[in-house]
């Protein structure tokens, strides 16, 4: 029994690292997902044969009865959630799987404190860690779903916060490693160690602004994935330790790959306070002016075009115009345009955010591009249709060295003959700057719901026919 429980781990882990493979692409991914999901239930499934899961009725009806709860609860959310709530979903079922990784750790080390269990040195320290790193990861992912869910609006800094924070982090380490290295430690220390750090989580997610979520929800990913790997070692169950592993190394290589795409070290997203959530911009002394378009002006104009770049950003997301714009696209295909889509990194509020949503919409992946594959062709683009997009086409990242974005890489929608940007008004980007590419020669800007603007394109064309 105990190899075909190993086996069955095993081939569960191989799920796991082949589905996220296929993940790397929109192409494969709903398959990646498929895969991956196989594999998680075969690893719960087997679990039940692990010895002593039948000893006592009331254990197996809990974990049924938790399973199906939490099954439950994970269906109707998830069939229910917006697109534009999906970060926050993200946090919290992330912070569900630190929080598990760390309850795991609370009754092995419960037990060793009653004397009921004995681990080796370095189980027993290995147990310490995960929960540490899951509980921090557990209230601080409720921290930022609160504060994506709008359930709380301020970022909290108490009087010398970094101080407390550094504090109360020393007080957390000596206890962890008074139980760590620790014969039978006191249930109180353990429950001061998880209290601290529970706070810690806490406290260290509450400066931070609402805007910089996605990516602090990326890191604590990072570290359910570490917790459940670390717990893994504790119950000697391989299938734990490479899906926390690998789920461990995708948060981090994500969370690099958003600060590095927005050219700001993580030090400083973790640290500063950073960006608007979305308020009108300061007053900035800018040349030129910003010249309005009617809708069915602009559509007449890329009606005519031989090739147009559409630029999709937040706003997009916030108006659910994707499947205006994959209608746009078809009626400029069907007259012969050129359309290809152009995807900043960071563009929106999570990564691959304008993805799904155009692949939602049916958009055909050979014409979505990257920000290096699609850069070059902006100079011969006759229009670059931005919509809902600001601080991933502002030039003054290019040209600006004291801007606060200055180096991240934009697209350079500029460079195209005619740029139309839609927006509803004078709202600001994330970064809460002005935007230059507003106020240039080329630019006409198309004020309206993203949704509705498009639908002005849309009837603009057909007006044609
Ligand atoms: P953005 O800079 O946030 O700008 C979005 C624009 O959309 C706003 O200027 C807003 O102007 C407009 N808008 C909002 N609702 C709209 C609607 N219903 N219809 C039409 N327009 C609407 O967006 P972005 O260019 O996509 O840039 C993303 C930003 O988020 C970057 O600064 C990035 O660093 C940051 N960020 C991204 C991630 C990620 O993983 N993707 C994570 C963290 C931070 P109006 O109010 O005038 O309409």
Known sequence: METFIQVVYFLAAVLFILGLKKMSSPVTATGGIVWAGIGMAAASA??????????????????????????????????????????????????????????????????????????????????????????????????????????????????????????????????????????????????????????????????????DMPVVISLFNAFTGLAVAFEGFVLQNAAMIIAGTVVGSAGTLLTQLMAKAMNRPISNILFASFGSDGGDVQDEDIEGSMKEVQGTDAGIMMAYAEKVIIVPGYGMAVAQAQHKVAELAQLLEKRGVTVKFAIHPVAGRMPGHMNVLLAEAGIDYDNILDLDEVNPEFPTADVALVIGANDVVNPVARTNPDSPIYGMPILDADMARHCIVIKRGKGSGFSGIENHLFYADNTSMLYGDGQKAVGELVSGIKALD
């Open 46 to 211: 087997v679990a039940f044969f692990e010895p002593g899961v039948f000893d006592n009725g009331t254990n197996v009806f809990l974990i049924i009865l938790a399973i199906t709860m939490g099954s439950a609860i994970a269906y109707i959310t998830a069939k229910r959630v917006q697109m534009t709530d999906m970060p926050q979903m993200i946090a919290i079922y992330n912070g569900m799987g630190g929080g598990a990784a760390a309850a795991i750790a609370g009754v092995e080390l419960v037990k060793m404190s009653g004397g009921q269990h004995a681990m080796d040195g370095t189980t027993q320290v290995l147990a310490v860690i995960g929960a540490l790193i899951g509980a921090i990861s557990f209230s601080g992912s409720a921290i930022a779903f609160a504060k994506l869910q709008g359930l709380m609006n301020k970022t909290l800094r108490l009087p010398m916060h970094m101080i407390l924070n550094l504090v109360l982090f020393a007080l957390t380490l000596i206890a962890g490693a008074i139980i760590g290295f620790g014969d039978s430690p006191s249930i109180l220390l353990i429950m001061a160690f998880f209290a601290m750090a529970l706070v810690f989580g806490v406290l260290f997610t509450t400066p931070i602004g609402g805007a």
